[in-house]
């Protein structure tokens, strides 16, 4: 018999075999398996440590004020504007919050380096200002992405 950790549904047949619900031929011929693939009597003998640890561990009670003491939490980050630190009552500017606000600045400034048109060659076929129309739709599509990140107005900031 090959391996039945190669078989996804073999393999299923060892948590199976672990859980003591399959079929009893199944499982005799689970133990027979077991007897000639080392791989798979380790996995078995691994997942009923596992098993067996999880039998005897007692998760920490909760304390009877948690709930209460979690939504204060909340409320008392939602509140806080945005140039504030964590600490409460504390005046110190940090930089988590501005970083969006200073990529997307840079974005729109690395736009505005790089792809800036070029201006024309002066003299009798200067054409008047023509339109860049993809300039146009990738300046959209900025504006579009700063209204999403609520960056668009100043009174926002």
């Given amino acids: 018999m090959a391996c039945l950790l190669q078989d996804k549904e073999r393999a ?3 948590l199976g075999y672990c859980e003591r619900n399959l079929p009893p031929a199944l499982a005799a011929e689970v133990e027979r398996h077991l007897a000639v693939c080392p ?3 380790r996995t078995v003998e691994a997942q009923q440590k596992v098993w067996a ?3 005897v561990w007692e998760p920490p009670q909760v304390t009877p004020n948690f709930t209460a003491r979690l939504y ?3 409320e008392q ?3 806080q504007p945005w140039w504030r630190a964590v ?3 504390a005046r110190v500017w940090t ?3 501005a970083m969006p606000l200073a990529a997307a600045w840079l974005a729109v400034l690395a736009v505005a380096l790089f792809r800036a ?3 024309p060659e002066p003299g009798p076929k200067a054409q008047a200002d023509s339109i860049d129309v993809e300039q146009v739709e990738r300046t959209l599509h900025d504006l579009e992405m700063l209204e999403q990140l609520g960056l668009s107005n100043s009174d926002k900031v």
């Fill in 12 to 14: 299923a047949w060892l």
């Fill in 39 to 41: 791989d798979c009597a």
């Fill in 53 to 55: 640890a999880l039998d």
């Fill in 72 to 74: 204060a939490r909340i």
């Fill in 77 to 79: 980050e939602e509140v």
């Fill in 87 to 89: 600490l409460p009552g």
């Fill in 95 to 97: 930089w988590k919050p």
């Fill in 117 to 119: 048109p070029s201006m």
